[in-house]
């Protein structure tokens, strides 16, 4: 078995992030699944996501309708504490530094932009779809770089090696939380429109008895007081039971930007 939660692992956060599998852990179990992993594994996410031993991830919802749409199944959609987040949705923050005298969304043409990578809802396809209706003949930023992390985004925005980034508001809520001098310098430019935030996900081969184990474990644990501290530091409020269609919405980004002629964020 095979459990990991790649999404949110900043390295001031991975003791919390562990934490919570412990408690993910001891709700599996106590609801009957067997060789639960005694511990997270951070090897290749993508590994992990294609994986028929896979118990429980976390992944975005992009990868989750396209790349791995036929290895996972939805468990269930986080709800976090987190002032752009509404209900089990979420956005992304298009940022810039404090001191750009950007003030909106058409003074970024021409500039340099910083993508965390081309299979990234929050940092690729929702800034895609934000740019797409001011793009003319396929084309809105003068550079586009690739990142890898939206941390690596948001540091080269700072260092002015990019203008602008897009970023997951959790991602960049508990960035301010655990390394405030990584965001001191950034502020909020826009937001992008919303989707279901990033999925809890299970092998597509776990039955229907294993994943009403796995969805119970996750509720239990999220309503126990006991686990309220780590909650609080992961800023997770609890679980939604979406249908797997709720994240069609994801697509609808891709539409807007096809729609504009605008198929790459260049």
Request: glycine share 6%; net charge negative.
């Amino acid at each position: 078995m095979l459990a990991s939660l790649p999404m949110y692992d900043l390295e001031p956060l991975r003791d919390a992030n562990d934490a919570w599998w412990q408690a993910l852990a001891q709700a599996f179990r106590e609801r009957g699944l067997d060789d639960v992993p005694d511990r997270l594994d951070r090897a290749d996410r993508h590994d992990h996501w294609s994986s028929r031993d896979l118990l429980l991830s976390q992944t975005c919802g992009w990868p989750l309708v396209n790349a791995f749409a036929g290895h996972l199944r939805l468990l269930a959609t986080p709800r976090y504490d987190v002032p752009c987040v509404r209900g089990s949705d979420y956005c992304s923050l298009i940022l810039v530094r404090h001191e750009s005298p950007l003030t909106e969304l058409e003074d970024l043409r021409g500039l340099r932009a910083a993508v965390n990578g081309a299979d990234s809802h929050s940092g690729y396809n929702a800034l895609r779809a934000t740019i797409a209706p001011l793009a003319s003949d396929g084309t809105f930023f003068g550079e586009v770089r690739i990142s890898g992390s939206h941390q690596d985004s948001v540091a080269m925005v700072m260092r002015g090696a990019a203008d602008v980034c897009s970023v997951d508001c959790v991602s960049f809520a508990l960035m301010q939380d655990t390394m405030p001098d990584a965001t001191d310098g950034i502020r909020v430019l826009a937001t992008t429109r919303s989707a279901p935030a990033l999925p809890y996900v299970t092998s597509l081969h776990r039955d229907d008895n294993e994943v009403r184990a796995l969805r119970e474990g996750l509720l239990a644990a999220a309503s126990d007081p006991r686990h309220d501290d780590v909650r609080r530091r992961l800023r997770l409020k609890g679980f939604a039971i979406l249908p797997r269609e709720a994240y069609d919405r994801i697509d609808a980004f891709v539409v807007t930007a096809r729609d504009c002629d605008y198929p790459e964020v260049a």
